[in-house]
């Protein structure tokens, strides 16, 4: 079964760290690109952080650039977000996303992480 899970949301103080995990089931991470997007209700769905096959790109939406660091580990089958330095507007539901070498994308069904005192 091809399937992506994600764990580690939950509730952080702001200027904590919560680290995100998605592992793939069924298939191996090895297509054009793994990463994470994250929505808040009523608004569009936003990149956060993207690498590529064999980790040769990488990327992150210019909101979190320098707090958060996307790190695969391709021996677990697995990719992690790590969250530094959170602010109240990272609170979102945050989502895996493969896009795989037929270009087909699929997506996992969400973690929620909210920043809130």
């Known amino acids: 079964q091809l399937q992506l899970v994600e764990s580690g949301g939950g509730l952080v103080q702001p200027g904590g760290s919560l680290r995100l995990s998605c592992a793939a089931s069924?298939?191996?991470?090895?297509?054009?690109?793994i990463g994470w997007f994250r929505q808040v209700p009523g608004k569009e769905r936003e990149a956060v952080a993207c690498?590529?096959?064999?980790?040769?790109?990488?990327d992150y939406a210019r909101s979190v650039r320098g707090r958060f660091v996307i790190v695969r580990d391709n021996a677990k089958n697995t990719v992690h977000l790590q969250m530094n330095s959170l602010k109240p507007e990272d609170t979102a539901v945050y989502y895996c996303?493969?896009?795989?070498?037929?270009?087909?994308?699929?997506w996992g069904k969400g973690t929620l992480v909210t920043v809130s005192s």
């Open positions: 996303y493969y896009r795989h070498f037929t270009n087909n994308v699929s």
């Open positions: 069924g298939f191996t991470l090895d297509g054009r690109a």
């Open positions: 690498v590529s096959r064999g980790r040769l790109y990488s």
